[in-house]
């Protein structure tokens, strides 16, 4: 089993910056991929962005691309998302997720754990 619980939401006005993270527990982190995705009501999970066990490939969705980094630190078994230039747009509970795949990572169903999420409000 492993436990993930993220941190790092709030309220941000548009332009801004926010930091999520999400600290792990349980069965060793570096053998997990991870992910991040959001939902905003009324729409299915998306991804948002993922990297390797390793840390060295990393994948971002096309709304996201040269705005948000994900990274990750093996040591504190956390993963990171940083978001810059915020969008109204990128309001949404914000999930991290771990999988034991190393394919398909924007694909929710490839995700074994999940955290219980983060509110990001993004004001015009």
């Known amino acids: 089993q492993v436990q993930l619980v993220e941190s790092g939401g709030g309220l941000v006005q548009a332009g801004g910056s926010l930091r999520l993270s999400c600290a792990t527990s349980?069965?060793?982190?570096?053998?997990?991929?991870m992910g991040w995705f959001r939902q905003a009501p009324g729409t299915e999970r998306e991804f948002v962005a993922a990297?390797?066990?390793?840390?060295?490939?990393?994948y971002y969705s096309d709304s996201v691309k040269d705005r948000f980094t994900i990274s990750r630190d093996n040591a504190k078994n956390t993963v990171y998302l940083q978001m810059n230039s915020l969008k109204p747009e990128d309001t949404a509970v914000y999930y991290c997720?771990?999988?034991?795949?190393?394919?398909?990572?924007?694909?929710?169903?490839?995700?074994?754990?999940w955290g219980q999420g983060t509110q990001v409000t993004v004001s015009s």
């Open positions: 990297i390797s066990r390793s840390g060295i490939t990393t």
């Open positions: 349980g069965r060793s982190f570096i053998t997990y991929g």
């Open positions: 997720a771990a999988t034991s795949s190393s394919i398909a990572m924007h694909t929710p169903s490839r995700y074994d754990y």
